[in-house]
């Protein structure tokens, strides 16, 4: 080791300590916990030109991992927020991506499967801490009522502490349960410059499901929710500028229930087996896309969940470069009247 490179160590070894040192006085970690907080703090309200797509949740339940939630897609215009269901950790993805709850539009439910409503709870609360000014309206196939009837029941002395607690005046009592609304297939939501339409998919034994097609400013995004590839979904999505379909690498899981078998975990292997029966193979869905003119695909609620690029590409596998695999805090974005599709990160 020469001498420049033991000065350089030298002074590093030095800046680390003194840094240390200097963390350790409270004006040094008061200072630092403050510029947190400034950086944790909502942002104000930026203007958006047509519509944002969120991705708050990207994972299934087979394979899942702590860098993707459960299934939820936020659709955000200057005037709306959507939920498309809330999985499992969705809650977090949204705080992380600073959605304005204040101005909760909606949530729509595709289904009842735990991984898409383990959410709702919270997301709940936290709209109702964050200063909704209505009761959280709740839309969904038949069933709704009973999803919501049981959150509201289970959340019930929580709400009732939170407002003892805060006040009246900043938890107002009678906004903190959520209304569920029943739907059926047609046009479910609508304002003058929105417009979403609900169709049925094929989940069974869950049934009904339906998908749900979001149509703002000349733009618009259609999520599957769980299903199989169907006519009917594609008939609905017909010339989508964004397409969100729920998507099993059947290669993947062939390997995966060979194993299960092979090591006597015989319900397991039966479980990745059944999985096959209700959700779109991967390569059932770019042909049937282009058929009908949807300008991006994007899959979702992936089965099984990849945990890293690899495993990304395996999932891949027999697909253009042209599909797209979601993950959590992407933001698609869809300008007024135009054809652009901006994707970030």
């Keep these: 080791m020469n001498r420049n490179t033991k000065v350089t160590i030298a002074f590093a070894v030095i800046f680390v300590l003194v840094a240390v040192g200097l963390f350790r006085a409270p004006a040094v970690q008061d200072f630092v916990l403050a510029r947190l907080a400034t950086s944790l703090a909502p942002s104000a309200q930026q203007d958006i030109d047509g519509m944002q797509v969120v991705v708050c949740g990207s994972a299934s339940p087979l394979g899942n991992t702590m860098d993707r939630a459960q299934a939820c897609i936020a659709v955000l215009t200057q005037e709306h927020l959507f939920l498309i269901d809330v999985g499992a950790r969705s809650p977090t993805r949204i705080a992380q991506a600073q959605l304005p709850l204040d101005r909760l539009s909606a949530v729509f439910l595709t289904h009842y499967h735990s991984d898409h409503i383990a959410g709702l709870g919270d997301v709940n609360l936290n ?139 015989s319900n397991v292997a039966q479980l990745i087996g ?36 690899m495993t990304e590409n395996l999932f891949l596998r027999g697909l253009s470069d042209e599909v797209i695999l979601a993950h959590d805090l992407q933001v698609f974005e869809l300008s007024a009247q135009s054809e652009t599709i901006t994707i970030r990160p």
Excluded at 199 to 204: L, T
Excluded at 281 to 303: G, M, N, R
């Design 127 to 265: 709209s109702w801490v964050a200063g909704r000014q209505h009761n959280m309206q709740v839309y969904g196939p038949e069933g709704v009522q009973t999803v919501v009837d049981g959150f509201n029941q289970a959340y019930a002395l929580d709400r009732s502490y939170r407002t003892q607690h805060h006040g009246e005046e900043l938890l107002p009592k009678a906004l903190g349960p959520m209304r569920a609304n029943t739907l059926d297939s047609g046009i479910v939501w609508q304002d003058e410059s929105m417009t979403v339409r609900g169709f049925v998919v094929d989940h069974h034994p869950a049934n009904p499901t339906m998908g749900y097609r979001f149509d703002y400013q000349g733009r618009s995004v259609v999520i599957s929710g769980d299903t199989n590839a169907t006519d009917e979904l594609f008939a609905a999505a017909q010339g989508a500028d964004l397409l969100f379909h729920d998507a099993l690498a059947r290669h993947l899981l062939n390997v995966l229930q060979q194993t299960m078998r092979d090591s006597g975990r």
């Design 274 to 309: 059944d999985v096959t029966d209700y959700h779109a193979d991967s390569l059932t869905l770019e042909d049937a896309a282009k058929a009908a003119d949807i300008k991006q695909l994007v899959l979702y609620h992936l089965v099984p969940t990849p945990m890293n690029a």
